[in-house]
DNA sequence: ATCATTTATCGTAATATTGCAATGAAATAA
DNA sequence: TTATTTCATTGCAATATTACGATAAATGAT
């Protein structure tokens, strides 16, 4: 016990809430928020703005990555992180898609 | 260790994150949508429909209602969740502006 | 009152997440 | 080459999550 039942789901159900848990983080949101508004960044920047360690800015980063939501370039000894816009799209989406199957369904013009 | 510094971040990055980590779970995505579906359940349709366990899903219900996206009114034996109307629409608004950000702020148009 | 039904809670085990110091790896600067 | 800088990875400790059996609490039925 202890494991998530994946198999108990719906491919879409657990495409949710596996996002979902992607930006489940503050640090994750405000690293999101920080790429956002610079346009990119490197970790160190991340560091000295948020106050975590290097190490856990890292795991994040590493984090968002996998979940397809950035992605780095290396420059010298830099990496450069920034929005996956395709991605970004898809969750907006899919979130979109689930947040409105309630007031549609429930709005009586339709 | 092993706990979130949530200190270190703005209230809103808290919230998004502590919203999203509500849904962040497959089988509160299924119960969301079940609860959509048939506009109203209870517990027991619930351990029918998806294959957990009684206790799990009363869990996972508890969960839910204290991020205040559902809640439950007793009928007898019975507990009728539904979801919360205002709270889906704050989650609603709040995720929206959160991706809009990205989408805004890169429109070659703004 | 007794029993059945339904949901909540408790206790516990397994696993996952969070955070960081220490260390590695890779590029640049001296 | 020898630092220095920057980011990733490893290993560990603390805490949180997930799942479920057992049990409690509350209502309704007999």
């Known amino acids: 016990m202890g494991v998530t039942q994946t198999h108990l789901f719906t491919e879409e159900q657990n495409e949710i809430a596996q996002l979902a848990k992607a930006i489940a983080h503050p640090a994750r949101i405000a690293i999101l928020q920080h790429l956002i508004k610079t346009k990119s960044c490197i970790n160190g920047d ?13 795991q994040h980063l590493r984090e968002l990555k996998e979940a397809g939501l950035i992605q780095g370039s ?37």
Do not use: M
């Open 74 to 110: 290396i420059e010298g000894t830099r990496v450069n992180y920034c929005i996956h816009t395709e991605k970004w799209s898809a969750l907006k989406s899919l979130f979109q898609d689930f947040f409105e199957s309630y007031s549609d369904c429930c709005d009586p013009n339709c």
């Open 46 to 58: 991340l560091v000295l703005e948020i106050g975590l360690a290097q190490a856990t800015i890292s």
